[in-house]
């Protein structure tokens, strides 16, 4: 995420918390993705999913959020969107789940239009909604026992006005973006979820250790662009004047970075990428009162993926663009689909967005309280474009040092404001330059191409990161890392 109203001469780099560790665990690293990653959605009934840690929930800056013990494999949402620019809908989810221990019941966190049915492996099933009328506020508690090990398809449907879910450290409402029609544009829809907003939307287990593959449908009017994360499969008209869109996700990502946006929108197809000898196709979206200034940059992503792929490794999807609105918010690294607000259209910031496709997206959080895994390093990825660009990194170093004049703090956040304060963003990414500093351009390379492999749909903590470093590059490199997590001040 890139934030918009902290904007300064420096495009901005947001937020973050801080790690107070650091007993390193024993890591078994694995050399490729989960095996679900590779598979069709619809081939997918178990162990589509990484899970989520028995250690990891609750989580200490949402407590509320997920289900200790509940996997979410996979996600098959179908949403109808009758007129764009106003929140109402009706949507029709299927969960995937397994358990990773014995459950009383299922408990999915979920805000959004009021549910009509809900069934268990296709037959009814008892369930309460609650709002945060008692202790477990805004679940959908489904009252069936799971066995661990055991699998289950939940299909949930529901319909009327997507709200909210209001971040005042944001400062915004995450969840369903509704943007009204005006004389000069048509109504447009989007998603903007993160940290915990995709629960307004759909039900789901809404915390970044329980990544799941996606299967999104939508139906909107005939003439609507509808778009979402991943790949197109399909679309069909229908009699009744709409048409419906299919898009297949296969690799695990968190719930927030589901990226859904539909409008009146010109659709600009750019030429297609390889990175590792895998193909990427790039696709732009507009709407159409967008003029060409702000369109420019985007024909850079090609470049930008290509020279990111060179230091993180291969790119984790077959397909990317982003799609551009017109509200005031920050950038958002949904997943393959980035959500670009039109001031936010500049180089750099497509740049950090394009890096967290590998930072956060294909490489989950364990737990909110590493936002600056996520942060720092998509941070980073604008010094390393500034560099393949010809021009001096200097400048860029300089204002992250500056951004910190006021106070910094170790990287671990503690509280919801550190998640993407200056320190998750500009201190994790100066740690990142000091690393690099100390072992030199290849030995970095191959760190973080081992990360981002052996990592991949693993929820990842800082002490991963810290037990890969000492690891691949040694303990001197670990402990100057280290110095960087835990140190009050800068080191």
């Not at 764009?84 to 990773?100: E, F, I, N, W, Y």
């Not at 969840?175 to 048509?186: D, H, L, N």
């Not at 060179?310 to 950038?331: C, E, I, M, N, R």
Request: some cysteine; charged content about 15%; aromatic content about 6%.
């Amino acid at each position: 995420m890139t934030p918009s109203r902290r904007a300064a001469a420096t495009p901005p780099v947001l937020l973050a918390r801080t790690l107070a560790v650091l007993t390193l665990p024993t890591l078994i690293l694995t050399t490729t993705p989960p095996s679900h990653a590779q598979a069709h959605p619809a081939a997918i009934t178990a162990g589509g999913a990484v899970g989520t840690p028995p250690d990891v929930l609750p989580d200490p800056l949402y407590p509320t959020l997920g289900q200790p013990g509940l996997d979410v494999q996979h996600y098959d949402v179908r949403l109808t969107v009758p007129a764009p620019g106003t929140p109402d809908l009706r949507s029709d989810t299927t969960l995937t789940v397994r358990a990773d221990r014995d459950l009383n019941d299922v408990r999915l966190d979920y805000s959004g239009p009021r549910v009509l049915n809900v069934t268990w492996n296709g037959q009814p099933v008892p369930y309460r909604h609650t709002t945060g009328q008692d202790a477990t506020p805004d679940k959908l508690i489904i009252q069936r026992s799971l066995p661990e090990g055991q699998d289950a398809r939940i299909r949930v449907t529901a319909a009327g006005p997507a709200g909210g879910v209001p971040d005042p450290t944001l400062n915004i409402t995450l969840g369903w973006q509704s943007v009204p029609a005006t004389p000069t544009q048509p109504g447009a829809n989007f998603t903007f979820s993160e940290p915990d907003g995709t629960h307004s939307l759909i039900p789901c287990n809404d915390h970044p250790s329980d990544p799941a593959t996606f299967t999104t449908t939508l139906t909107v009017p005939r003439g609507v662009t509808a778009i979402a994360s991943g790949s197109r499969l399909a679309d069909r008209a229908h009699l009744n004047g709409t048409h419906s869109v299919t898009f297949t996700l296969t690799t695990p990502v968190p719930t927030y970075a589901l990226g859904i946006s539909v409008g009146t929108l010109d659709t600009a197809a750019r030429p297609a990428v390889e990175t590792a000898g895998q193909r990427v196709t790039l696709t732009d979206y507009f709407p159409t009162s967008v003029p060409d200034t702000v369109r420019a940059p985007y024909a850079r992503t090609g470049d930008i993926l290509t020279t990111l792929s060179g230091w993180f490794g291969p790119y984790p999807f077959s397909t990317y663009g982003s799609a551009v609105v017109t509200p005031d918010l920050p950038a958002l690294e949904t997943a393959t689909l980035s959500t670009m607000p039109v001031r936010s259209s500049r180089e750099r910031v497509i740049v950090h967005e394009v890096a967290h496709q590998w930072f956060g997206n294909a490489v989950p959080l364990a737990s909110w309280t590493d936002t600056w895994l996520n942060e720092g390093f998509a941070t980073y990825a604008e010094l390393l474009w500034t560099q393949a660009q010809g021009q001096d990194a200097a400048p860029l170093l300089r204002s992250w040092r500056d951004r910190l004049r006021p106070g910094t703090r170790p990287l671990t956040a503690t509280t919801r404001a550190q998640m993407f304060d200056a320190t998750a963003y500009a201190r994790g990414a100066l740690a990142l330059h000091a690393l690099r500093t100390q072992v030199g351009d290849d030995a970095f390379r191959t760190f973080l191409h081992t990360y981002t492999r052996t990592r991949a749909g693993q929820p990842t903590r800082t002490e991963d990161l810290l037990h890969l470093t000492r690891t691949v590059l040694g303990p001197q490199a670990a402990d100057l890392l280290n110095a960087w997590i835990t140190q009050p001040d800068l080191p």
